[in-house]
């Protein structure tokens, strides 16, 4: 819990410094991905919650995932901003590009273990943005370790729709 608290403060702060001058919008979405957790694919879903301006972006998300006899969770912040802006201004395609850090957990039940650690990383993306209330994103991610055990990186593909109330 003390680490989900500390994500989340950090997530705050992050929020409350974007530009004062931009509209903040807030959303939630839900995502399908595929996590390759030190070169082994495990397919994963996941929820996400954040507050977005016109050039920068904040989320927290939970993810879970599950192959043969381990398990799989995350709880990880994102920071981005738009990349190519003056490129894409027309168009209803945005790329960005950020970073990435929170905890995760593995529990391999068949050895009775569970690892827990950090992560931290870059990511990058491109979403469409469908209408006022909907955009669709898919974003690959690549992320280190540190305190866990038996996984050192940790790589994720996801396809995310995000509704902005």
């Not at 403060?9 to 996590?35: R, W």
């Not at 209803?92 to 569970?114: C, D, T």
Request: avoid cysteine.
């Amino acid at each position: 819990m003390k680490n989900f608290n500390t994500l989340y403060l950090s997530l705050i702060l992050i929020s409350t410094s974007l530009s004062a001058s931009d509209k903040l919008y807030s959303f939630m979405g839900i995502q399908a991905g595929n996590s390759f957790v030190d070169g082994n694919s495990v397919p994963t879903i996941g929820l996400k919650y954040g507050k977005q301006t016109k050039k920068y972006r904040t989320s927290i998300t939970y993810a879970y995932g599950e192959k043969s006899n381990s398990n799989y969770q995350s709880l990880i912040a994102q920071v981005d901003t738009g990349i190519l802006l003056n490129q894409f201004k027309n168009s209803s395609l945005k790329p960005y590009a950020g970073l990435s850090f929170g905890v995760m957990q593995e529990e391999n039940k068949q050895a009775s273990v569970k690892d827990k650690g950090y992560v931290y990383g870059a990511n990058t993306g491109i979403a469409y943005i469908f209408n006022d209330a909907l955009d669709f994103d898919l974003s690959y991610r690549y992320m280190a370790t540190s305190k866990l055990k038996n996984l050192s990186s940790l790589n994720d593909l996801t396809l995310s729709m995000h509704y902005f109330y």
